[in-house]
């Protein structure tokens, strides 16, 4: 996939889940388990998909567990298997962490299993200058097309203001951000500054789980040298997409018919409520996040689809009451959540 049409399939929208890890009683990674989570994901129709991510789990790169390329490779492989039986664009995003050396090491990997872009995140850089960040952003997009990252503070990211954002959104080989602070005025400064350095090239996809629906509804508008301006954040990549995901690529289709037809009914409104409170329990919002990716993992156990909520780290676990708040939440929103889908085809996904 060229540049220019990795381009234009993000910015077309789409929804692009971030996978978790599948993981047997004991903590040894299942390989059908895996596979079947991307073929959920494909069969779901999303865009792309994100792997190496927080969600997968950043302890894949541990010496301990020597996961990073297993996982990358298994992705990569079983997306080109589907892909020729039903051939579509789609993009698929690698995590690429750490300082320069290890970032650009993982970038060089992610490329040989055939990943089209690099999902850049910046929490080995906590105590940086802003200076010495840009040039790690550089160095790393030099290589291998750059997704912008804003990960909050609870999840291992930093605050990164609007000046950050501008000079990072002047990198040429950048071809998207996901903006995931979880706060308005951050995000605004995000879009503000991609609408201020005129790329309307960089595709913006929300990764705040909290706010969703209305990130996707929102028109941004920005005064530029005395001409308004106005963006949309184009779709999701998404932890909370990881589940539930054949709804969530509907959910999708369906906020960008009422965006381009302005029929942007209140009822919307309710739906936005509703999703956030999934998220609630998904994320585990009451304790600062902490059962984020057991959440996840939970409901996809339920489903069949992953053997346990297990994760590499044994202190990452639900938090008292978070299974009960997921009961709730799937009973109280059942046009969200997608059960029957799976069921009806859990036993090819896991062939």
């Known amino acids: 996939m060229t540049i220019s049409a990795i381009r234009s399939h993000l910015l077309d929208g789409h929804a692009i889940p971030a996978q978790p890890l ?31 991510v927080h969600s997968t789990q950043f302890e894949i ?25 039903t051939p579509r664009p ?53 290589v291998f097309p750059v997704v912008g990252f804003y990960l909050q503070p609870a999840a291992g990211g930093r605050l990164l203001g ?4 501008r000079r990072f959104a002047e990198i040429p ?24 350095a005129g790329r309307d090239d960089i595709a913006i996809y929300t ?15 920005f005064d530029v040298n005395g001409k308004k301006v106005t963006r949309h954040i184009a779709g999701g990549l998404l ?6 995901t054949s709804q969530a690529v509907a959910l999708l289709n369906n906020l960008k018919r009422a965006r381009r037809n302005a029929t942007l009914d209140a009822q919307w409104l309710d739906t936005a409520i509703a999703v956030t409170d999934m998220n609630a329990a998904l994320f585990d919002s009451a304790n600062k996040f902490a059962g984020c990716i057991p959440g996840i993992l939970e409901v996809l156990r339920r489903q069949g689809l992953v053997p346990t909520n297990l994760c590499l780290n044994p202190h990452e676990v639900l938090s008292p009451g978070q299974a009960e708040e997921l009961t709730r939440v799937a009973a109280a929103y059942p046009e969200l959540t997608d059960d029957a889908f799976v069921a009806e085809h859990l036993t090819r996904w896991l062939s």
């Open 22 to 52: 599948a993981l047997d009683a004991q903590r040894k990674f299942s390989e059908r388990h895996q596979r079947a989570i991307t073929r959920y994901y494909m069969a779901a129709g999303v865009g792309g998909l994100a792997v190496g």
């Open 207 to 221: 990764g705040n789980d909290d706010s969703i629906v209305v990130d996707l509804l929102t028109p941004f508008t």
């Open 239 to 244: 932890g909370h997409w990881g589940v539930w």
């Open 90 to 142: 789609f993009i698929k995003i690698a995590g690429v962490c750490g300082r320069t050396e290890q970032a650009l090491s993982e970038a060089e990997i992610a490329q040989g299993y055939g990943y089209h872009a690099g999902l850049l995140s910046l929490s080995a850089y906590k105590n940086d200058t802003e200076d010495e960040m840009i040039a790690h952003c550089r160095r790393v997009a030099e």
């Open 162 to 165: 609007y000046s950050f954002w």
């Open 173 to 196: 080989n950048v071809v998207a951000i996901k903006i995931a602070p979880f706060n308005r005025y951050q995000t605004i400064d995000v879009v503000r500054a991609v609408v201020e």
């Open 61 to 85: 790169r541990e010496p301990q567990h020597g996961l990073f390329k297993p996982v990358l490779e298994l992705a990569a492989r079983t997306i080109d298997e589907e892909l020729r039986k």
